[in-house]
């Protein structure tokens, strides 16, 4: 099994949500690269966060990111 780049720019983009307050998120504007916004879309469809365009992590999307940051840093 491997990851898509679609799987690979959903996972870069929750590594750019900010870790040091759940009350921080982000904001992605129209102008940025169409994989970013449609990776975007897909987190919110799946939940990950509360709003397309990036917005706020979900208690979903909390969990995940843990878990992406336990394995991105086991794989340092």
């Known amino acids: ?9 959903e996972i870069n983009l ?6 040091d307050s759940i009350m921080n998120g ?5 102008d940025a690269e ?3 916004r449609d ?12 709003s397309p365009d990036g917005g706020y992590l979900t208690d979903a999307g909390i969990e995940i990111l843990n878990h992406i940051k336990l394995l ?3 794989l340092k």
């Open 39 to 50: 990776a975007a879309a897909r987190l919110h469809s799946k939940g990950f966060t509360d």
């Open 14 to 19: 929750l590594l750019q949500f900010p870790s």
């Open 1 to 9: 099994m491997s990851l898509s780049p679609e799987k690979l720019d």
């Open 72 to 74: 991105n840093s086991a």
């Open 26 to 30: 982000l904001k992605i504007h129209n």
């Open 34 to 36: 169409q994989s970013v």
